[in-house]
């Protein structure tokens, strides 16, 4: 079963707005992952997050955890029009040998 | 200088057919995934491979065999192919397993097996 579910499916925004995207995870975890993936691409691995860690930065990105409500937030500052794509988080599950994936959400910037 | 490299990118084929998908990853790293990816976008591990060594083997019909021949390749051969196999499939690498979410893992391109 699915360990990460994000909110919302899909968003869209203008160029230059900040975005913001939830993911919801069931079981207790050591880590957290975020990905994005471009439409026809992999995916590609933006930021992990440890379970003793609330918030981590890279570029106009920022990662919260909030292992109390087992939920994380990525928000995009100042976005772009290469922001578009598909963004995923993902958790090893309290440990198990492998990443969870969540269904993403679908991020749209508006020229 | 590709890190993760699959072959082939487009797969279609009949219903029945035999297939295999090959990947390689030029990183170092000592773990290999299997991942399959569905319309809705959802993704699911199938198989992990460290140094060789089997380590994750998800409920996945016997018809898809993963092969090591050694810790820079995983592939991926399926038997017997079914309307359902059709998914984006992906191949992933990490540094190390030990937990598969301690590593950031970098995935390839995918293949786009459609079966007919």
């Known amino acids: 079963s699915q360990q990460g579910e994000e909110d919302p499916q899909a968003l869209s925004i203008q160029e230059g707005e900040n975005a913001t995207m939830n993911c919801s995870y069931k079981?207790?975890?050591?880590?957290l992952q975020w990905y994005r993936q471009n439409s026809g691409r992999g995916l590609v691995h933006l930021i992990l997050?440890?379970?003793?860690?609330r918030e981590k930065h890279s570029g106009r990105l920022r990662v919260t955890l909030d292992t109390s409500k087992k939920s994380s937030s990525l928000l995009i500052t100042a976005s772009r029009a290469a922001d578009t794509a598909s963004y995923f988080c993902?958790?090893?599950?309290?440990?198990?040998?492998?990443?969870?994936f969540g269904q993403g959400t679908r991020l749209t910037i508006n020229p | 200088d590709t890190a993760v490299s699959q072959t082939p990118k487009y797969l279609v084929t009949q219903m029945g057919n035999d297939k295999s998908i090959k990947c390689e990853q030029n990183?170092?790293?000592?773990?290999m995934y299997w991942y399959k990816q569905d319309s809705k976008k959802f993704l699911k591990i199938m198989f992990s491979?460290?140094?060789?060594?089997?380590?994750i083997n998800e409920t996945v019909p016997n018809r898809f065999s993963p092969k090591s021949p050694d810790k820079a390749h995983l592939n991926l051969h399926i038997n017997s192919l079914e309307l359902g196999d059709s998914a984006v499939y992906f191949c992933?690498?990490?540094?190390?397993?030990?937990?598969?979410?301690?590593?950031?893992?970098?995935f390839g391109d995918g293949t786009r097996l459609s079966i007919l």
């Open positions: 992933a690498s990490s540094l190390r397993t030990g937990g598969g979410g301690n590593q950031p893992q970098h």
């Open positions: 990183l170092g790293h000592d773990t």
């Open positions: 997050i440890r379970s003793n860690e």
């Open positions: 993902a958790t090893d599950a309290g440990g198990a040998q492998k990443l969870v």
């Open positions: 079981t207790s975890i050591n880590n």
């Open positions: 491979y460290n140094n060789k060594e089997l380590i």
